[in-house]
């Protein structure tokens, strides 16, 4: 992998304090569960977005990216391809910094949407991962 790439991934997961998990279940032992918990594990700032859950990891799940009050540095996908570019246009609209499409999500147009708007786009990897090969690497992984 090209460091220019670990450079870009530094930057999105150095500079997250909270990041919005759009599919974030319910059900242990889902990636859509495990990645958040580990995510909280490591002190970020975790908001589940999913319609069909009211809590998820005992915390408050929004129907939508729109529905949060507060700041989102990351907005973490873990939903088919063919929903991320309305996933992308949200995100934009509550002027989050990163979109992360996670293991075997690919959608050109969710990337050029939100790179046409200024975010940093990762696609096909998982953010939880990427967070533990840095923290194994001796890289900082939380710069707020």
Not at 85 to 113: F, M, T
Request: net charge neutral; glycine share 8%; hydrophobic share 45%.
């Amino acid at each position: 992998m090209s460091e220019h790439l670990w450079d870009e991934y530094r930057r999105i997961i150095g500079g997250a304090r909270t990041i919005a998990v759009v599919g974030a279940s319910a059900e242990p032992g889902k990636s859509a569960h495990e990645i958040p918990a580990y995510l909280l594990r490591k002190g970020f700032n975790v908001i589940p977005v999913n319609p069909h859950h009211r809590r998820v990891l005992g915390r408050p799940s929004f129907a939508s990216l729109l529905d949060i009050g507060e700041p989102v540095d990351v907005v973490d996908v873990f939903r088919p391809a063919p929903e991320t570019p309305a996933v992308a246009r949200q995100a934009l609209q509550i002027g989050a910094r990163a979109l992360w499409l996670q293991l075997g999500i690919v959608s050109d147009e969710a990337r050029d949407i939100a790179e046409a708007a200024g975010l940093r786009v990762i696609m096909n990897r998982c953010l939880g991962a990427v967070h533990a090969e840095l923290e194994l690497a001796g890289e900082p992984t939380r710069t707020t």
